[in-house]
Structure formats: C-alpha cells, structure tokens
C-alpha cells in the first residue's frame, strides 16, 4: 500500500509499508536540520548588546533574517533551542541567552537607602551606587577596606557632599593619592564621590542604579587612587569577570572610546580572550 502525504503544499508518495522514505522526504528533512543549525548560530548575534530579548522582537528579528518562516515555526524553533540550553526563558515573554550569567551583585540595605535618599532628594539627576566590595570575587588578594562609591552629575557633587556631611557621612569628593594615603585608608564606613561621566553604561538592579561590569572594568585602568588596590591584578581581574559573567566587548568598547582608553581595554580584552 502507497500512502500519499502532503508536505508544504506538494504530494509525496511515501512507502511506508517498506519502511522506506522518498527522496522528498529525505531532501526535505536535511533542510530542516540545516535550518535549524542556521537559526542556532544566528541566535547569539541578536544579543550583542542586550542580555534579554521579548519573544515578539526574538521573532521579528528572526523573521528578517529568515523572511519565510512563520511566527508559529519560530516559535516551535524558540522551543527546541530552550530544551537544548541554548535559550533561557527566565520571565514570561523574555528570552536571555544561556551560559554565563548577568553580573547582579549583591546591593546591602544601607546602599538601597542611601540610594532612595539621594533619588528622593535630587529625583530628576542620573546617578548610581556600588561598592568595592563588589570587586574581590575577581581578586587574587582581597583589599580589607570596602568604599561606598557614588557616581553623579557634576552640578550636584558639592551640594550632595555638604548634604551627606550635615548627616555626619564621612564623605571625600575625587579624593587625589594623597587624601587616599592620609585619609581615606584610615577612615571607616567612607563614602566618595565621583563625577558620573556621560552615556556611561549603568544598570538597574532591584530599582537600583549601578554601574555595569563594563563600566568598572574601564574604569578600573583610569581612576588608579580609587581602583588602587586591584591595579597589581588587573589582568587576572579581567580574565575572572570574562570567565564568570556575561560582557559586552562592544559596550565596553564605545566607553573605552569615551575615555580614551580604547586602545588598553581592547589589548587586556584580546589577552584574557586569548588565555580562555
């Protein structure tokens, strides 16, 4: 007996009875497969510079790519990919990328309400939080004094500093080797302020603004007085945050750029890409 089954449209006479399949059959399932592996490596392009998708951009992104594939065959595809690990689906209707995860590091209460404070007395500057703290999971040798750093727009630094005073903050603004050496080293619970330099890369983390990773890692070969501690290892610092987190070279490349510190973060990237 010849069963005769419809495939995109076509007629395909299969002997099924023989256990056999027609060359349509088997033309058509190496397509599949080939399609498959395309849309596989074409899916980790779509998150250069962003670590979560919505399913319906996922989709739209796609389907530019591949302009004949219906939303219900990528959806079946989007599927597959997750079973096989290469898609995350951490929220309904988001998809991230599996493998290495996003740096969230752990934001303390005295950061969060220093943080709200800030926010509710200026609400209309861009600024964000963090702590040195965050650095010594990079570290060979871990420092045993940990700053609160705050990052803001230049208009507000001083009024922001005498605010922080008035509450009895032991606070230094840009403080220079010598503050560091005479001051900071032998003062606890310090807090410093930075000026925020533009269209830096930050991130929102429980309704808190922090620098991204890329951020700090620029960063990090500039301001040598605040980043003292870590400018022995910085190579092995760089290698531990491409090994455990999720980067974007291009992000931290435009704000290298920025910095005009495009040419040694590039050089430290390519070493510790070369040694992973």
Known sequence: ????????????????????????????????IVLEQTIKDKIPTYF?????????????LIQKDFPNLKES???????????????????????????????IPVIDTKLKRLYNKIKKDYPFIEFCVWNTLWLNQFMR??????????????DV????????????KTVFTEPDAETFELYVHNSDDVIILKQLVSEAPLAEIENIVIPSLEK???????????????????????????????????????????????MEVEHLSNLTLANN
């Open 73 to 103: 065959s990528i959806t079946v595809y989007l599927s597959k990919l997750k079973k096989e690990g290469v898609l995350k689906n951490p929220s309904r209707g988001k998809y991230t990328l599996s493998g290495k995860d996003r740096f």
């Open 48 to 60: 250069v510079d962003q670590q979560a998708i919505s399913k319906t951009s996922l989709v739209e």
């Open 141 to 154: 040798h871990q420092p045993f004094r940990f700053y609160t750093i705050i990052e803001l727009e230049k």
């Open 1 to 32: 007996m010849i069963q005769r089954l419809r495939i995109n449209g076509s007629n395909c006479y299969s002997l099924l009875n023989f256990g056999k399949k027609c060359v349509f059959c088997q033309s058509l399932t190496q397509n599949i």
């Open 216 to 262: 700090l890692l620029v960063d990090m070969l500039i301001d040598t007085n605040l980043f003292g501690a870590q400018q022995s290892e910085l190579e092995f610092i760089y290698r531990s945050a491409f090994e455990k987190f999720e980067i974007s070279k291009s992000k931290m490349k435009r704000y290298a750029h920025r910095r005009n510190r495009e």
């Open 157 to 168: 630094v001083q009024s922001v500093f005498y605010k922080l005073k008035d509450q009895g």
